[in-house]
């Protein structure tokens, strides 16, 4: 590395750390604002707000606006350099663009790998405290109020239950089937089915089992059995924010098991996966915009630029809000709706590089 490059690489990363303090604060001071009456009405003792809320909330939203963060810092270094006349030195020193971008490109791939090892396996952890602690004592109590649930527990086996009360760990109406064929070879059915901690087993209490064998049924009537499932009391726990408590190994377990179990509706899980390999890229793709839109002496000053590069900020976050949003519901694939924001900027960026003195 030049000095240059020492210097721009330095300032770029000092500037990044300056903007995630400053933004963090902010953030942090409307976050407990907005729920200090919570705190107070649940009497929550500042060690727990901020051993455990704050000391996990503040790496979540790092995390979160890394990408933006990273775009406003090096807008405001650009822009910096551009108002000292220091670009067009550099440029007419018969450096090109291109070599410019390197100190830049250099302290973005530092931050690319760091927010990918954290997105995967350390924020994650941290959310755990957090979403925990906002269970019990930001969110009311949790209500199971699912009707007619269906869950492939077994190759061939299904089980129904009609409604499940997570308070005392009682489903009702459950029936498990066995099925080959299309054709129902075995069921299993009880009025209802109690979980049993200290044996961690289903118990089911009267209990009827019917044996097909062609148009032949026979009924066994029994008044308890305790059985194993792949159901647990936490599948009927509440999901708040649980893709986002998952490290990658995790969530991909999680993902197959629901497959497995016929559960299609993982949407959230698969946009949250594909997101925390798209947010590296898309840091890389926003450092190289910042620099382009801010590396020309503006007659504005620099605060025309620092202000466009918080607009085009906005824009991205809305942009992948409202991509998290269909690709949640089903409306773009979940691969798409992690991906586009970034696709769409790094295309944004190519017809944008054109323009810049080379």
């Known amino acids: 590395m030049k000095l240059i490059d020492k210097y721009i690489f330095t300032k770029f990363l000092q500037t990044f750390f300056f903007v995630v303090l400053l933004i963090n604060s902010i953030i942090c001071v409307i976050d407990y604002t907005e729920k200090i009456n919570d705190f107070l009405k649940k009497k929550v003792t500042a060690a727990e707000i901020l051993g455990e809320y704050y000391l996990s909330f503040v790496p979540h939203i790092t995390n979160m606006l890394s990408p933006i963060t990273v775009f406003i810092a090096t807008v405001f270094i650009t822009a910096r350099l551009a108002a000292r006349t220091e670009i067009i030195a550099i440029l ?106 200290l044996k961690t087993v289903w118990r089911l209490p009267n209990y009827k089992i019917h044996t097909f064998n062609g148009e032949v049924e026979t009924i066994f009537h029994g008044t308890n059995m305790d059985t194993v499932l792949n159901l647990r009391p936490k599948d009927f726990e509440s999901k708040h924010l649980l893709h986002e408590t998952f490290t990658l190994p995790e969530l991909d377990d999680y993902i197959a098991e629901q497959l497995r179990r016929g559960n299609t509706q993982v949407g959230i899980f698969l946009v949250e996966k594909q997101e925390r390999y798209a947010y590296p890229f898309a840091i890389v793709i926003l450092t190289i915009m910042g620099v382009i839109v801010s590396a020309r002496k503006s007659r504005q000053g620099t605060g025309m630029l620092i202000a466009i590069g918080f607009l085009l900020a906005f824009v991205f976050v809305t942009f992948v809000r409202m991509s998290r949003s269909m690709g949640q519901a089903g409306t773009l694939d979940p691969w798409l709706a992690a991906w586009l924001p970034s696709l769409v900027f790094a295309g944004i960026t190519a017809l944008l590089y054109r323009t810049v003195p080379k």
Request: with cysteine; hydrophobic share 40%; charged share 20%.
């Open 92 to 197: 007419a020193c018969g450096v090109s663009f291109r070599r410019l971008l390197l100190p830049y490109l250099m302290g973005a791939g530092i931050l690319a790998t760091f927010t990918f090892l954290m997105n995967g396996w350390v924020i994650p952890r941290t959310n755990k405290i957090k979403v925990a602690f906002e269970n019990k004592y930001l969110k009311g109590t949790f209500f199971y109020d699912e009707r007619n649930v269906h869950s492939k527990v077994a190759p061939n086996t299904f089980a129904y239950l009609q409604s499940y009360n997570n308070q005392n760990h009682i489903g009702y109406l459950f029936t498990l089937e066995f099925i080959v064929n299309k054709e129902v070879k075995q069921k299993l059915s009880a009025e209802r089915i109690e979980w049993d901690s």
